[in-house]
């Protein structure tokens, strides 16, 4: 095994990967995509025929902050299995789904309508991230409620401190 696989903390994006393959391969497409529009000036038809080249930037460090945000997140809570790292997906996956929805109406202004298959991915997408979001928060929540109720169970908090 190469040195550099040798540890947990360096092998904490492979494990978020295996986890949560859709939302790691989406956040590095949003990461490459933004970085070729950066770099490139290569963005979408439909981002250049809607958007101002500024908008455009500004559009395009929204795909790669939230990217690297979604990334950062999911390596963090998946590498030590806690969840250290949901507050930074949950940014990341808001800036993302922001960042699609408003591709989708980009599209949707400058090509029209044209099938219900084509509405659905565009919009699909966005409302996705944005039930992931509520899902961290559930899980976060039950793991509050989880913990304290643990501790009184073990006698560590009594019935007035929780």
Known sequence: MPRWLESR????????????????????????????????????????????PPFQLLWNVNLLIGGLLILYGLSRSTATMQVRGTPVEKAGLTVVGTGTLVYGIAILSTVGYTSPFFVCMMFMLPVAFFLRVRQIDRLVKSNARMAARAKFDAGVIGVDDA
């Open 9 to 52: 903390e360096d092998k904490r994006f492979f494990y978020a990967l295996r986890e949560h393959p859709l939302e790691m391969l989406i956040a590095v497409a949003c990461v490459v995509g933004s970085i070729s529009s950066l770099v490139a000036s290569s963005a979408p038809n439909s981002i250049k025929a809607l958007l101002t």
